[in-house]
């Protein structure tokens, strides 16, 4: 059934979803107007189809991940951490973890699109998290902000992003 509006308003909300408020009027027998209000919360474009144009990333459409763009350049922060760690105090640890964390993300910003943004979503929510509280311990030990509670702010703050948009 196709929904018919004399007026409406529609909201866009984050990820690709719109609530629409619409109110009809309708005439019966003697009474002159009885105003109705549907919400209608919808995937995508404002008609109440949970259609786009370049589909819903989160639901197996053709479209990107809100935070793939994040993913890539949080993969390259890891990586350039790693190394300049590694030039600079000579810590293979420091190389191997950010590259491996560095691979995980641009894995994951790969696969940010489409039917698998979820699953690459969620592995890029938990390899954040799990850094974040990793490095937000050793920086509450050292209380040096570098490196630590730089990685902990962005790694917790990727955490909380992939989160609120959805998972």
């Not at 699953?119 to 490196?147: Q, T, Y």
Request: some cysteine.
């Amino acid at each position: 059934m196709k929904l018919q509006c004399r007026s409406s308003l529609t909201f866009k909300v984050p990820i690709n979803r719109s609530v629409k408020v619409c109110s009809s009027q309708s005439n019966k027998g003697d009474q002159k107007h009885v105003a109705k209000t549907i919400v209608i919360v919808s995937a995508g474009g404002n008609d109440g189809s949970g259609a786009t144009s370049s589909g819903n990333p989160l639901t197996g459409g053709s479209g990107n991940h809100p935070l793939r763009f994040w993913a890539y350049f949080f993969a390259v922060f890891l990586f350039l951490g790693g190394a300049i760690g590694f030039y600079r105090r000579g810590s293979l640890a420091s190389l191997l973890a950010g590259g491996l964390t560095a691979a995980v993300f641009f894995a994951c910003s790969y696969f940010l699109r489409g039917s698998t943004a979820l699953p690459a979503a969620r592995v890029a929510f938990g390899v954040s998290l799990i850094l974040g509280l990793a490095m937000g311990r050793r920086f509450f030990n050292s209380r040096k902000f570098f490196p630590a509670g730089i990685v902990a702010s962005f790694s917790l703050s990727s955490a909380a992003w992939f989160a609120y948009c959805g998972l």
